[in-house]
């Protein structure tokens, strides 16, 4: 698993952290805005058509405020006040900045990489105060998507387009070395469908996954291939192909665990036949797991659950050795973007206002299956907004409430900062507070992520020691 993090080290290292000042998934159910072929525009949600608000990381027109120059640095170390977190939560101001901070983090295998293309980066990284650091450098004119982490290392796709090309690449970032390598680079031309475009990939271990689209021309049905990476110098493979559908869609939201991989697909002409499906990597055999007859999305898999939002916009959990599927969440409100971590489920809940569509005062919960308690996360009368991951015992997401026009509408806001939760404390932490618009917050071991603007107006993720 790479990076072990005990609990408690998670806890002390976010009361170091609190707030950084400064700098900065899902598609939901019922969603019909995929199509047939790669996509060929920025997709208003940093490229992806299941990630909700805008983040346009194009220098022309950046998610800030139009009289607002972007900050010389994204990340102040000036914290809140530790008092808050109670005396469980030692305080220590003392972070030293720079990359001595860092903790070691241990693969758990011998990477290989030479056989991938070394991207070196065309600026310098941003400084950042804290223990901090800029950990990607994609300068193309679109945005960068994707983000996964696992362990040591992060993957994420980056676009660049010249019409009528979209260019594409799958990126893989070392975190211990600081060495950012292009595991594939596509080419597709959209009115003419032809070359290919990469998309979703997710990280697990020493395994890459992630999608293939081909173009052949016009006259003829787009095809793709779901190809692994191993990152121990085996070669890739592709473990699954297939042909889209006219009027549907190929493999959406790719996530891995283990030896399973999960996504959502519109094998039907119908505007919103998604269903969720499971592929078991090593035999190749693919089953269609999730209940009804379309309009799933927001999948997630941890062990043997995966977990995702249905037609009906309630969460439910499928036991991949049970085939058994139950339900989270069964009522008359609309929760979709789930998240799960071991026994650890989260999602966006409308229960208190709104609805997926409005989201006016959508708030997170969380489910313990263990348990079988939900507890709801937020109490903030403003608008939650999801991107939600979980790790251990902390849940982070994207939130509008800190917008000082918009805290309760998603599509009009332009301030979001990242908040996050201690399920054992039950308290909530500001992660970051900027004057623009953070994205991907992401959590793995000791280590916290997240997306902003550096000081040369590109979008860029940044690491920040707990």
């Not at 972007?70 to 220590?92: I, N, Q, R």
């Amino acid at each position: 698993m790479g990076v072990a993090c005990n609990s408690l080290g998670l806890l002390v290292g976010i009361a170091l952290l609190v707030v950084v000042e400064g700098c900065g998934k899902n598609k939901p159910a019922g969603d019909t805005s995929n199509s047939d072929e790669p996509s060929d525009s920025l997709d208003t949600s940093m490229d992806e058509p299941e990630v909700d608000i805008p983040i346009d990381t194009s220098p022309g027109d950046q998610d800030v405020a139009p009289d607002d120059p972007a900050p010389d640095s994204p990340v102040d170390s000036t914290f809140d006040d530790p008092e808050s977190v109670g005396d469980a939560m030692p305080w220590d101001s003392g972070v030293t900045p720079g990359d001595a901070c860092f903790t070691p983090i241990d693969a758990g295998f011998d990477p290989v990489l030479d056989a991938f293309e070394l991207s070196a980066p065309g600026r310098d990284p941003t400084p950042c105060e804290g223990c901090c650091r800029q950990v990607t450098f994609w300068d193309g004119n679109e945005v960068l998507d994707n983000v996964d982490v696992w362990g040591r290392f992060m993957v994420y796709r980056a676009t660049s387009r010249i019409a009528p090309y979209l260019y594409s690449q799958i990126r893989l970032v070392d975190l211990q070395t600081y060495q950012e390598y292009i595991l594939e680079r596509g080419t597709y031309n959209s009115p003419e469908n032809m070359g290919y475009s990469l998309q979703f990939p997710s990280i697990y271990e020493s395994n890459v996954i992630y999608l293939r689209y081909l173009g052949a021309g016009t006259s003829l049905p787009l095809t793709y291939d779901v190809i692994l990476v191993p990152l121990i110098g085996e070669g890739s493979t592709i473990v699954h192909s297939g042909t889209v559908v006219d009027g549907g869609w190929g493999p959406h939201d790719i996530h891995m665990y283990g030896d399973n991989a999960v996504w959502d697909e519109n094998r039907t002409p119908l505007p919103a036949g998604q269903e969720l499906y499971l592929l078991h990597i090593s035999t190749g055999e693919l089953q269609k797991i999730s209940l009804g007859m379309c309009c799933v999305g927001s999948q997630a898999i941890w062990g043997t659950k995966v977990v995702y939002s249905d037609v009906g916009m309630d969460i439910l959990m499928y036991d991949i050795e049970t085939g058994e599927t139950i339900h989270v969440t069964d009522d008359l409100y609309d929760q979709w973007d789930c998240e799960i971590w071991d026994n650890i489920v989260a999602w966006v809940d409308t229960r208190n206002g709104g609805n997926e569509g409005t989201r006016t005062n959508a708030d997170i919960y969380m489910y313990d299956i263990v348990t079988g308690e939900t507890r709801q996360v937020t109490t903030n009368p403003f608008t939650q907004m999801g991107e939600l991951d979980v790790y251990e015992d902390m849940i982070v997401w994207r939130d509008l409430r800190d917008d000082p026009e918009h805290p309760d509408d998603w599509m009009a806001a332009r301030n979001l900062n990242i908040y996050g939760y201690l399920i054992p404390f039950s308290t909530e932490y500001s992660m970051t507070r900027y004057d623009g618009a953070e994205g991907y917050p992401r959590l793995y071991g000791d280590k916290f992520f997240y997306g902003a603007l550096d000081t040369y107006g590109f979008f860029s993720m940044f690491m920040f020691q707990l």
